[in-house]
Nanobody
Framework: QLQLVESGGGFVQPGGSLRLSCTDS??????????IGWFRQAPGKERVGVSY????????DYADAVKGRFTISRDNAKKTVYLQMNNLKPEDTGVYYC???????????????WGQGTQVTVSS
């Protein structure tokens, strides 16, 4: 069982950048075969997929709202996935979660194991 912990959230102005990290603090074998997704939930809205990356890092995808601005990557030796967020907009505000699954996609129900989330606030 994975134990995912997010970090790197905070308050930034529009146009600013943040890098989120998602680290598996458990004793997980086969981490390199696990798909990691990033999701976010704005106040009063449902949780939606932002990006995912396959175990090897060879496959990635992004929600249309973040394409060209966000980049997902991973370091399997550190059991960590990163989400570099550039040119942030107020609509990017929300709690960001990482989650682990065995398939590809941005559907939250496909990810059994979740972190606790980290708050991202984009405001002037």
């Amino acid at each position: 069982q994975l134990q995912l912990v997010e970090s790197g959230g905070g308050f930034v102005q529009p146009g600013g950048s943040l890098r989120l990290s998602c680290t598996d603090s458990g004793f997980t074998r086969g981490y390199a075969a696990i798909t990691i997704g990033w999701f976010r939930q704005a106040p009063g809205k449902e949780r939606v997929g932002v990006s995912y990356i396959s175990g090897s890092g060879g496959r990635t995808d992004y929600a249309d709202a973040v394409k060209g601005r966000f980049t997902i990557s991973r370091d399997n030796a550190k059991k960590t996935v990163y989400l570099q967020m550039n040119n942030l907009k107020p609509e990017d505000t929300g709690v960001y979660y990482c989650a682990a699954g065995s398939n590809y996609g941005l559907a939250p129900l496909d990810y059994p194991d979740w972190g606790q989330g980290t708050q991202v606030t984009v405001s002037s």
